[in-house]
């Protein structure tokens, strides 16, 4: 089971709490468990990344095992301890403005 926590703007649009479980069939990458989680909560479509060209919405980054993975690939196979639990995978709503 693989723990996702959502920023606050996405638990509200999908009615969440701040963190989900999912499954996934495949190997855990950034892509299978966005595909997961868009496939659960359809009202996540076009939030976390563009629904035309796949990409990583500005503002949004990805953060698990104590790392930042904004900007891998999606097909990059995340650590086991993504996939078993032990460590979630947080999807972040950056801030800016000074």
Same mark, same amino acid.
């Given at each position: 089971m693989i723990r996702?926590?959502?920023p606050y703007h996405?638990?509200?649009l999908a009615r969440t709490g701040r963190e989900v479980e999912i499954s996934i069939e495949a190997e855990p990458s950034i892509g299978s468990i966005l595909d997961a989680l868009e496939n659960r909560y359809p009202v996540l479509r076009g939030t976390i990344r563009d629904q035309i060209t796949g990409e990583r919405?500005? =503002?949004i980054r =990805?953060? *698990?095992c104590g790392r930042d993975w904004s900007l891998d690939a999606y097909d990059v196979i995340l650590p &086991?301890?993504?996939l078993d639990g032990? &460590?979630?995978f947080r999807i972040v709503? *950056?801030? *800016?403005g000074g």
């Open positions: 996702v926590q959502l996405l638990q509200n919405r500005p =503002f =990805f953060f *698990a &086991e301890s993504i032990t &460590e979630p709503g *950056a801030m *800016a």
